[in-house]
């Protein structure tokens, strides 16, 4: 079973960027489909982001090209890099993997990491 921690978040200024890492341990990630998910106050758990091996990666219109999600399988690590952040950005971010398919009720997950956008 793959344990994550996420890390990489903070205080940010619109306009500004982060990138958020998730680091996998138990076992690699190289088989593993990886998603970056976010909750913000009141809100459902949204999908943004998938990266399977092979680098196949897809995006939710939600992300509107601004996040990028790549992977280190040296590092057993999962990236988001998220630019020209806004506050509606504002959440926690999650990630979580699964061998077969994501859903907020199945795979493994991270204790997430709080972004916050806000001058």
């Known amino acids: 079973q793959v344990q994550l921690v996420e890390s990489g978040g903070g205080l940010v200024e619109p306009g500004g960027s982060l990138r958020l890492s998730c680091t996998a341990s138990?076992?690699?990630?190289?088989?593993?489909?990886v998603g970056w998910y976010r909750q913000s106050p009141g809100n459902q758990r949204e999908l943004l982001a998938t990266i399977r091996f092979g680098n196949d990666a897809q995006y939710k219109e939600v992300t509107e090209g601004r996040f990028t999600i790549s992977k280190d399988i040296a590092k057993n690590t999962v990236y988001l890099e998220m630019n020209n952040l806004k506050a509606e950005d504002t959440a926690v971010y999650y990630c979580?993997?699964?061998?077969?398919?994501?859903?907020?009720?199945?795979?493994?997950w991270g204790q997430g990491t709080q972004v916050t956008v806000s001058s």
């Open positions: 138990g076992t690699s990630i190289s088989r593993y489909l």
């Open positions: 979580t993997a699964d061998l077969v398919g994501l859903a907020p009720d199945r795979g493994a």
